[in-house]
């Protein structure tokens, strides 16, 4: 892969291409989601919430590096996608919370004592 091709990737204010790689790996985590449902996949079916969780907060991703491309480009639907993003956050916010980390309440010595940080 030459330099150049990185270059590109990352610099979200000229190129969506890492946006639409984003959408699509929370697509594929979200098809793991369904097919984690299933009978033949007893396997990881303990990791059906967390595929879920996962993909949501992907496509929250792709959403937000896309908006950067059309904060320059497209103001107008800039202006849209800016609601939908803080309706977003909201969401995944609780998804975390309930989902992750199972109603517990947050605090600072609970962080540390857990040895997250």
Known sequence: MSEKFTDDLFDLK??????????????????LYIVSGAQFMQS?????????????????LGLSASMIYDYYHHPVEFAQKKKWLAFSYLVL?????????????????????????
């Open 93 to 117: 916010a609780g998804l975390v919370y309930f989902f992750i980390l199972h109603n517990e309440p947050i605090s600072i010595e609970h962080l540390f004592g857990k040895g997250l940080f």
């Open 44 to 60: 990881v079916r303990i990791y059906r919430t967390d595929f879920g969780v996962f993909s949501f907060f992907l496509m929250v």
């Open 14 to 31: 000229n190129d969506r291409r890492l946006s639409v790689y984003l959408y699509r790996a929370g697509f594929g985590a979200w098809l």
